[in-house]
């Protein structure tokens, strides 16, 4: 078996150190959100806080995708707004709950851990995003 693994590795260099790369990779990301103090919640969690603890939608979209479809009473802040620190509004809510969105859930976790630096506490990220929320025929507003 281990002379079998060999002969691959020797065979096929570039799919090796890519397969390895990949791995690393996936180690260092499962490591680092496990450390972090943003947590990813799903869809009821995002509802039970939105309901029963006043929290914050912050909505990291375009201004277009933003008017199309977002979570009711949610604010519109670019990822480079939230990273140059133009809070606007969403300075006087350091004390509630944050949930930051995007639209599949990938790309809201380093504004939620821009926030988190900036002073908000407790900060999440929504799995699946947008597209999941509207996914599960949750109510989306319009416009503004």
């Known amino acids: 078996m281990l002379q079998e693994i060999m002969q691959f590795i020797s065979q096929h260099p570039i799919l090796s150190l890519a397969w390895v790369a990949l ?8 490591f680092k959100s496990s450390l972090s103090k943003v947590k990813e919640i ?3 969690e995002a509802t039970r806080l939105i309901n029963k603890e006043d929290a914050v939608v912050v909505d990291t979209r375009s201004r277009e995708d933003y008017r199309k479809g977002h979570i009711a009473s949610s604010i519109n802040l670019t990822p480079t707004e939230i ?8 300075e006087k809510h350091k004390a509630q709950p944050i949930i930051v969105v995007c639209a599949n859930g990938t790309a809201s976790r380093t504004s939620a851990e821009n926030l988190n630096k900036a002073g908000f506490e407790p900060v999440f990220t929504l799995k699946e995003g947008i597209s999941g ?7 989306l507003a319009r416009g503004k």
């Open 42 to 44: 799903t869809r009821g």
């Open 133 to 139: 929320w509207s996914g599960e025929n949750l109510p």
């Open 83 to 90: 990273k140059n620190g133009s809070l606007g509004e969403l």
């Open 23 to 30: 791995l690393v990779a996936v180690i260092v990301t499962t």
